[in-house]
């Protein structure tokens, strides 16, 4: 068995494989839970409403992903990934409550959840077991089977998403009836504006977006690094690049530090400084980059931080890694910033500033290119005293 830890990936063995599902409900508790695949483009979204695999919808892509009560404990789906179409890159599984904001129900209800991904002719299983004892989101992506070349690998992704089905569906792309209306009642109070699910792109110097809590606190915050794909192995002569990301912080304690793999500063979720880089790719072989995660609950023990990006080994080149860093929370439209500029004799790019601004989030473009950490440091006034590290 591989046990897969959030953000670590593995390959399948098989190209016909069974994933299932399995979480405990507490005894008396009336929780209904439920199992959905979307299948992927390279856009991330459905090609069509029919690419949602679920109980009410159980074929998909002719029969290549099917759903089926006795796949897992929860039910499951089987996959032929010699049928599925050439344009599908990506399996996407996610759980989530049914009704879960008229019950007032989270993810938290699910114990000793899991998803399985077992050969259907037998032999290893990859599993992975997310944390929910604290989750205050009402669905989840698991995982996700995508395709490498001509590899298909697993990715344990524990991804959580607000509102439960129906705005988990749109997010990829599917279009969802609502319920009828409900009798009349009494004018109700000013609607909240639609939550926007469309992408915030920082394309401008010094261009910056504001977000607000939708709750207590923002939940899980994802900050994600990815280069171009064809170019993560070789960049200039043949030489193995390494690009890592990283953050300056500054607690509201006064407290600041640096998130990188370089010293093995990985950071942490549940104890400050409530930032954790999720491992470090030296290859580019994860498909979806380098991610740190950020605990949005407590977002008010955070000031501010500075995204930024170092390429550690490796000749540098900008232009030809394409790099791009995505902002994400649960409810919230991504805040997407590419590295359009370059320059080639800095080996680290800051990013993007990130501010507490008065509870609200506050993203501010930068894409500054310096020697090292040392300098942003400075250009950003943190007073950190630096010596040479290693990752080893």
Not at 71 to 81: E, H, I, K, N, S
Not at 290 to 309: K, P
């Amino acid at each position: 068995m591989t046990e897969l830890q959030q953000g670590g990936n593995t390959p399948v063995a098989d190209k016909r494989l069974s994933v299932g599902f399995s979480w405990a409900i507490p005894s008396g508790r009336a929780v209904e839970a439920d199992a959905s695949a979307y299948l992927l483009t390279a856009s991330g979204k459905v090609r069509g409403d029919a690419d949602m695999v679920f109980y009410n919808q159980p074929d998909g892509a002719g029969g290549a992903v099917r759903f089926g009560d006795r796949t897992g404990a929860r039910g499951g789906f089987t996959v032929d990934l010699a049928s599925l179409p050439t344009e599908l890159e990506r399996i996407v599984f996610c759980v989530t409550i049914h009704e879960a904001q008229a019950k007032g129900q989270t993810l938290a209800l699910l114990a000793d959840a899991e998803i399985a991904v077992t050969p259907a002719g037998g032999g290893e299983a990859i599993r992975y077991r997310p944390i929910l004892s604290h989750a205050t989101e009402a669905a989840m992506v698991l995982g996700e089977l995508y395709r490498r070349g001509d590899q298909w690998k697993f990715r344990a992704v524990g991804q959580g998403f607000n509102g439960g089905l129906a705005p988990l569906a749109r997010s990829f792309g599917i279009e969802v009836a609502e319920d009828a209306a409900p009798p009349p009642a009494p004018p109700p109070p000013p609607p909240t504006p639609p939550v926007r699910l469309s992408k915030v792109t920082l394309d401008k110097p010094g261009q910056t977006v504001s977000l607000e809590k939708k709750g207590s606190h923002f939940g899980e915050i994802t900050v994600n690094l990815n280069w171009s794909r064809g170019r993560k192995a070789f960049f200039g002569g043949g030489t193995a690049i390494d690009l890592d990301l990283g953050c300056l912080y500054e607690l509201t304690s006064g407290r600041k530090g640096v998130v990188q793999a370089l010293g093995r500063a990985f950071g942490g979720f549940d104890q400050p400084p409530y930032i954790a880089l999720s491992g470090d790719d030296r290859t580019g072989d994860v498909s979806q980059g380098e991610t740190m995660r950020i605990n949005g609950a407590h977002w008010s023990d955070l000031r501010r931080l500075v995204v930024f990006a170092n390429i550690y080994d490796g000749v540098p080149n900008w232009q030809q890694t394409d790099g791009v860093v995505t902002v994400t929370m649960p409810d919230q439209p991504p805040i997407e910033v590419r590295m359009t500029e370059g320059r080639n004799d800095r080996r680290l790019c800051g990013i993007v500033l990130i501010e507490n601004d008065g509870g609200r989030l506050k993203a501010t473009r930068i894409v500054e290119y310096v020697r090292d950490q040392q300098v942003l440091d400075e250009r950003f006034h943190w007073g950190l005293r630096w010596v040479a590290g290693s990752k080893d």
